[in-house]
């Protein structure tokens, strides 16, 4: 069974940079895609940012030009660099792996950001 563990949230001011990791317990190295995605309160859960084997990315509209997702396959690790924050990112932020068919996802990291 795949676990996902991601770390890096926390409170941070309207303006700040967070990054975000996630670690696999197994080689990301073939997943078909990783990504992350977010729920804040009473919303659904919605992508962010995604990157697949081959080094494509996507972005939501609300995270382009100021996130950036990346994957180092050797560390088995997924991150997301979050710059410019807005209190509009306070959500919680979870791990996303699909790998052969199957998804997998993590616990989550909260992203607080304050006006």
């Known amino acids: 069974q795949v676990q996902l563990v991601e770390s890096g949230g926390g409170l941070v001011q309207a303006g700040g940079s967070l990054r975000l990791s996630c670690v696999s317990s197994?080689?990301?190295?073939?997943?078909?895609?990783m990504g992350w995605y977010r729920q804040a309160p009473r919303n659904e859960r919605e992508l962010v940012a995604r990157?697949?084997?081959?080094?494509?990315?996507t972005y939501a509209v609300s995270a382009k030009g100021r996130f950036t997702i990346s994957r180092d396959n050797a560390k088995n690790t997924v991150y997301l660099w979050m710059n410019s924050l807005k209190p509009e990112d306070t959500a919680v932020y979870f791990c996303?792996?699909?790998?052969?068919?199957?998804?997998?996802w993590g616990q989550g990291t909260q992203v607080t950001v304050s006006s």
């Open positions: 996303h792996m699909n790998q052969g068919g199957e998804t997998s």
């Open positions: 990157i697949t084997k081959s080094g494509f990315t």
């Open positions: 197994v080689s990301i190295f073939n997943a078909n895609a």
